[in-house]
């Protein structure tokens, strides 16, 4: 079992440092922020600004070893959270496996990427805790999206899920949002998802099926311990407002999902 977890998390290392080496060549600004998550734990957070790209992505370790990924594209306001979860093999299962969840955004959840770019730390070291707990977001995702023909909807999507082919994850209301959007079409939008096997029926949740070769709905929460949210203002003496620092949050997000068997939902019990 020790073995086991330590090659998949060497993978996840070795994966998270060349995909930060692709940003840092870019140019890019980044932060590495330590974070106190509920349970006590002490994670560190990377978090990367491309301004040319108007994107920010936001990267951590849980302590189960599960690697989440944050993808906020502030053209498109599409966000990515991405999962890399750790198999259990004595229960069958391979070293790992990835889900993408796509949903709508509002770019003043976040600050923007420029903001987001300018941000430096006087100490690195420090501890940090949110300062609003934001609570969970529950998302019950209806479609699969086809990666390879997902750039309607974020040219990041491809790049950044090209191990979840088959579990890449949005919903009909999102859909709706962005056609919404200049120069959207929901023509374009329909052509790049498909509805899941059992759209017309409602699957049984895993935790409450025995079997574990038939299909369900998974349960999968990620948590973003801290993110700057917005900026803070301050008055000056001529009473002019100017930025004076940043607010933090937590944010929760659980996604309902179809899987075909149980088997890649062992968690959810």
């Known amino acids: 079992m020790k073995i086991r977890l330590s090659v998949i998390a060497w993978t996840s290392f070795c994966s998270v440092l060349l995909h930060l080496c692709h940003f840092v060549q870019n140019g890019d600004s980044q932060l590495l922020i330590n974070v106190k998550n509920q349970g006590g734990d002490v994670l560190q957070e990377t978090i ?29 306001n599409v966000q990515i959270l991405k999962a890399l ?8 299962q391979s070293q790992y496996q990835v889900m993408c969840f ?3 955004i509002e770019k003043a959840e976040f600050i923007s990427s420029d903001a987001m770019a300018k941000l430096r730390q006087k100490n690195p070291g420090t501890v940090r805790m949110p300062e609003e707990d934001r609570g969970r977001h529950n998302f019950t995702m209806d479609l ?21 082919k088959d579990a890449t994850y949005t919903r009909k209301a999102d859909l709706k949002l962005w056609s919404e959007q200049p120069g959207a ?19 049984p949740r895993c935790l409450d099926i025995t079997s574990l070769w038939n299909p369900c ?20 003496k001529s009473d002019a407002s100017y930025r004076c620092g940043i607010k933090t949050c937590r944010k929760c ?3 309902a999902y179809f899987v075909p068997q149980k088997q890649m939902c062992l968690w959810d019990e």
């Not at 929901?186 to 759209?199: D, G, I, K, Q, Y």
């Not at 709905?217 to 000056?236: A, D, N, Q, R, T």
């Open 217 to 236: 709905m998974c349960h999968l929460e990620m948590c973003i311990g801290w993110y700057p949210c917005s900026l803070k203002y301050c008055k000056g």
């Open 48 to 76: 990367i600004s491309n301004v040319t790209e108007d994107v920010v992505t936001l990267e951590f370790q849980r302590s189960d070893g599960t690697l989440v990924t944050q993808l906020i594209d502030f053209r498109k």
């Open 185 to 203: 079409s929901m023509n374009a939008l329909l052509s790049c998802v498909r509805p899941f096997p059992t759209e017309n029926t409602s699957p």
């Open 144 to 164: 699969f999206v086809d990666t390879s023909r997902s750039g309607v909807i974020s040219k990041h999507i491809a790049n950044l899920c090209t191990e979840a």
């Open 85 to 92: 979860v750790l198999g259990e093999e004595e229960r069958g």
């Open 253 to 255: 997000n659980l996604f």
């Open 102 to 104: 796509i949903s709508h």
